[in-house]
């Protein structure tokens, strides 16, 4: 088994390019410290191997999130350990979520209802500026050794493997980390992924523009989806009476916010009765941030010597709220994985990475046909109206449909027959 030393042997010398003599040697590099990567350098760090984690950024940072989880993300946070540290931080116990269609149809779901035991009876609210750093103490924690503010440039290859990456700090000094498994977990604009080829841009194309607003009247114990007939606003309330508020718009109409995010945002939001009014009774706590286009996907998830993982695999629509769970979720996967594979020496093969690649179809498949169900009868605000309408009145369904996107409940309890014809007809 590997030490958890990292070793920083003075003879190899980084490219010549280089004005820095910094040089690490790994067996695991992650690429990217939000929840994909703590959560892998966590698990591999505590299986014994030496893990290096580099983040562009420094935490603790803000992220364009709208920072809701459902209960199975709870349930591997604790695994991870840092539950109780985010409550005393003030994240926020949410009981489930309402969704209002464009046509004023309503449906309100509760975990604790949804007919599947829950991990707890509610899902977790918090700040991306502290889930994001506590989870990066806890790698450092584990033993992971972490640089910030340092940002990979280019992979390393050698004998048609990845070995490593180049690395440049804020300064613009350039160093190496060699390593036997480099981890994409650098979010949706991924290097890695680039790198390793078969990106793919889907539709629809999105932009998100995410606030901070404190002191919205009317808001209770769920989460809040709004949607439009061109776009939808979540409300969602992080604690201490702030909430989370994330408007989603095509890219077209997302052109006319340059240089004025703060602007649009609020003229967008007055454009649906009621919601505009009640957003702006409150104070924005946090400057409006821009994200997007979101809808990326990898086809090749692994190759020699670099596997992906969190939306560097791929994104789930933030709709259904389930990026962070799949972060999390697919960091337990790789680590089950690699830390069998990193047992022998060398580069960590593709076909050393078969299971992990096998254990993310089985666990995300079904979630990635939800989410398409729930995208493709969003494009027409017809359908959508009459389907949240007829699982708001049947309660069951709406808490079933919860549960499903709060990740406890199995999506076949949602993609059958008999349940997608009793929302439609
Ligand atoms: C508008 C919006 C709302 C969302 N709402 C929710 C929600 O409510 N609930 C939910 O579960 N999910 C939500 N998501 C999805 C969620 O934010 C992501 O799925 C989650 O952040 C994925 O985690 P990650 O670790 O893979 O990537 P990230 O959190 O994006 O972390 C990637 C890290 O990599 C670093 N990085 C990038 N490039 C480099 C490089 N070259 N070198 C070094 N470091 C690099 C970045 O600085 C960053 O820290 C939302 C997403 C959007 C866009």
């Known amino acids: ?199 793919r841009y889907g539709y629809p194309r999105r932009v998100a523009f995410v606030a901070h607003v404190d002191g919205i009247p009317g808001m209770g114990d769920s989460a809040e989806m709004h949607v439009g007939p061109a776009g939808y606003v979540g409300l969602n309330p992080i604690g201490g009476g702030r909430v989370n508020v994330a408007l989603v718009v095509p890219a077209e109409r997302a052109r006319a916010a340059s240089g004025r995010a703060d602007a649009f945002f609020f003229e967008t939001l007055g454009e649906l009765p009621g919601l505009g009014q009640r957003v702006a009774a409150g104070r924005l706590a946090r400057r409006v941030l821009a994200t997007g286009p979101f809808a990326v996907r990898s086809r090749r998830i692994t190759d020699n010597g670099a596997a992906l993982v969190g939306d560097a695999a791929d994104f789930f629509d933030p709709f259904t709220g389930e990026g962070i769970y799949s972060a999390l979720r697919g960091a337990d996967l790789l680590a089950a994985c690699a830390s069998v594979a990193l047992e022998t020496p060398g580069p960590v093969t593709h076909a050393a990475l078969a299971p992990y690649r096998r254990a993310r179809r089985h666990a995300f498949l079904g979630k990635w046909a939800v989410e398409r169900l729930i995208g493709w009868s969003m494009a027409s605000p017809r359908l959508f109206d009459r389907a949240v309408a007829r ?10 449909l919860i549960g499903v996107t709060g990740d406890f409940v199995p999506a076949s309890a949602v993609l059958n027959p008999a349940f997608l014809a009793r929302m439609v007809l």
């Open 1 to 199: 088994m590997a030490t958890r030393q990292l070793a920083r042997p003075s003879h190899l010398h980084p490219p010549s390019s280089s004005r820095s003599a910094d040089c690490y040697v790994a067996d695991v590099l992650v690429v990217g410290a939000g929840p994909a990567g703590s959560a892998t350098a966590t698990l591999l760090a505590r299986a014994g191997y030496r893990a290096i984690a580099v983040d562009r950024a420094a935490f603790p940072r803000d992220k364009a999130c709208s920072e809701y989880m459902g209960p199975e993300a709870v349930r591997l946070l604790d695994r991870l350990g840092v539950v109780e540290s985010l409550e005393a931080a003030g994240a926020f116990p949410l009981r489930g979520t309402a969704v209002t269609a464009p046509r004023g149809a309503r449906l309100h779901g509760l975990f604790a209802a949804a007919g599947h035991a829950p991990f707890r009876p509610t899902g977790l609210s918090v700040a991306r500026r502290i889930l994001d750093h506590t989870l990066l103490d806890v790698a450092r924690a584990a033993g992971a050794t972490v640089l910030e503010r340092t940002r990979v440039d280019e992979l390393l290859y050698e004998g048609g493997a990845v070995m490593g990456a180049v690395v440049r700090d804020v300064s613009g000094r350039r160093g190496t980390i060699r390593s036997r498994l480099t981890v994409g977990a650098d979010g949706l604009r991924s290097i890695v992924a680039r790198r390793l080829g078969g990106r």
């Open 391 to 400: 699982l708001g009145r049947r309660g069951t369904m709406a808490h079933t």
